[in-house]
């Protein structure tokens, strides 16, 4: 299976992009790496496991778990 790219783990899971960023950030959502993109420029895009997004699919009540912690304020 082939790693998951932002957008495809979004649509994946039905979650935005705050929220992936958010639980990237936390260590929940975890990347696997990054590829770059040469296109108009350089830029990287964040990879993702295929099997951590199917077994978020398979378990629901992680993102459901994850989305009632509350959100720190940033210092």
Not at 12 to 37: F, H, N, Q, V
């Amino acid at each position: 299976m082939r790693p998951f790219t932002p957008a495809t783990v979004q649509d994946a899971l039905g979650i935005s992009s705050r929220e992936r960023i958010r639980w990237t950030r936390d260590g929940k959502l975890k990347p696997i790496g990054t590829k770059m993109i040469k296109d108009r420029g350089h830029f990287s895009l964040t990879l993702y496991s295929a099997e951590d997004v199917a077994r978020l699919l398979m378990s629901p009540e992680i993102l459901t778990s994850w989305r009632a912690t509350p959100v720190a304020c940033p210092p």
